[in-house]
């Protein structure tokens, strides 16, 4: 079993910034795809971003206009997202995902990809 537990998330002023970790337990997360997904309410889950087992390779949804970035901390089991100009409409509930298949930029984006998910945490921006 995987557990994940994401922290970082609260409030932020747009044009802010955040950093989310997803801490990966129960399984090296070396050997997992990791995902993160939001839901603001009212709408539904979309994907945000994912990252390769190694980190070699990741995939960042174009809504983010390279305002945020994925890496991973092998040593530490941990997964960031790098929110940078932060806007009102990125506030939702942010959630990452773990999958043990190999990484694929297209796969990886469908939430049925992943086999373990976190609780989310908040994030809310303010104007």
């Known amino acids: 079993q995987v557990q994940l537990v994401e922290s970082g998330g609260g409030l932020a002023q747009a044009g802010g910034s955040l950093r989310l970790s997803c801490a990966a337990s129960g399984r090296t997360s070396s050997t997992l795809v990791i995902g993160w997904f939001r839901q603001a309410p009212g709408k539904e889950r979309e994907f945000v971003a994912s990252?390769?087992?190694?980190?070699?390779?990741?995939h960042v949804a174009e809504f983010t206009e390279g305002r945020f970035t994925i890496s991973r901390d092998t040593t530490k089991n941990t997964v960031y997202l790098q929110m940078n100009s932060l806007k009102v409409e990125d506030t939702a509930g942010y959630y990452c995902?773990?999958?043990?298949?190999?990484?694929?930029?297209?796969?990886?984006?469908?939430?049925?990809?992943?086999?373990?998910w976190g609780q989310g945490t908040q994030v809310t921006v303010s104007s």
């Open positions: 990252i390769s087992r190694t980190g070699a390779n990741s």
């Open positions: 995902a773990a999958d043990g298949r190999l990484w694929s930029r297209m796969d990886h984006q469908r939430q049925s990809r992943y086999d373990y």
